[in-house]
C-alpha cells in the first residue's frame, strides 16, 4: 500500500510562485511513478505533470508547460512541483497521485492508483 501526502499549498499573488511537495511511502519510492492533477471548482480533475520512474520522463499538461516544472528526489522520497508565473486560472486543489505500475497512461487520472488528499492553492489577484 502506498501512501502520499501534500504539502506546501497557500495564497498567492498573481505571478507569484509557489512549491508543492509530495511524500510517498510504502514500496520502494523509486518503482513510482508520481504525478500531480488539479481540480477547480465545478470543473474535472486535469492532469497537471507527471515523472517517470526517473528525472528523465516528465509530462506537462498543456495549461502549465513552461510555467510548472515537476522533479522527484528518490533519496528523501519526495516529488516537488515547482510552479511559477501563476495565474488565476490555477487555483484548485492540487492532488499527488501514485502507482506502481510498469507503465501507465500519465495523463489519464484513472490510470493512478494511489491519491493524497490534496493540498489547496490559490491564486489572487
Known amino acids: 500500500q502506498v501512501q502520499v501526502v501534500e504539502s506546501g499549498g497557500g495564497l498567492v499573488q498573481a505571478g507569484g510562485s509557489l512549491r508543492l511537495s509530495c511524500a510517498a511511502s510504502g514500496p520502494t519510492f523509486r518503482r513510482l511513478h508520481m504525478g500531480w492533477f488539479r481540480q477547480a471548482p465545478g470543473k474535472e480533475r486535469e492532469f497537471v505533470a507527471a515523472?517517470?520512474?526517473?528525472?528523465?520522463?516528465?509530462y506537462y499538461g498543456d495549461p502549465v508547460k513552461g510555467r510548472f516544472t515537476i522533479s522527484r528526489d528518490n533519496a528523501n522520497n519526495t516529488v516537488y512541483l515547482q510552479m511559477n508565473s501563476l495565474t488565476l486560472e490555477d487555483t484548485a486543489v492540487y492532488y499527488c497521485a501514485a502507482d506502481d505500475a510498469a507503465w501507465i497512461n500519465h495523463y489519464s487520472s484513472r490510470a493512478w492508483d494511489y491519491w493524497g488528499q490534496g493540498t489547496q492553492v490559490t491564486v489572487s489577484s
Open positions: 515523472v517517470g520512474l526517473t528525472d528523465i520522463a516528465t
